[in-house]
């Protein structure tokens, strides 16, 4: 039953707002994981893997964050082979630039 996936079944209230709340940000993060790992993990090794082994796996790598004044740094030491390919997968962006004629 879904009390037990969300663990909706723990929840500390009754009133329908705060279980609308609560899944409302239940849903949403999981629609963020999902475009995630379609846009972002495409082709790599573990782009099959399902959304409850990713957080899990993904949560445990530790990185660390510094403000510069060129913007924020990430940096992810390569310890494991999993941080390894995050890294590897997160500085390499897969996009292409457009171009259009708009001359005539």
């Known amino acids: 039953m879904a009390k037990n996936i969300y663990q909706i079944k723990n929840l500390r209230t009754r009133k329908f707002l705060g279980i609308y709340g609560f899944l409302w940000l239940v849903f949403i993060t999981h629609n963020l994981i999902s475009w995630f790992k379609s846009t972002i993990l ?29 913007g924020i740094k990430v940096n992810i030491p ?13 500085c390499n962006p897969r996009y ?5 004629d708009i001359s005539s």
């Not at 390569?78 to 997160?90: E, G, M, S």
């Open 42 to 70: 495409y082709g790599a090794e573990f782009e099959n893997m399902g959304v409850r082994a990713l957080v899990k796996t993904v949560g445990n790598i530790k990185g660390f964050v510094k403000r510069t004044s060129l």
């Open 78 to 90: 390569p310890l494991t082979k999993l941080a390894k390919l995050i890294a590897d997968v997160l």
């Open 96 to 100: 292409i630039q457009l171009t259009f």
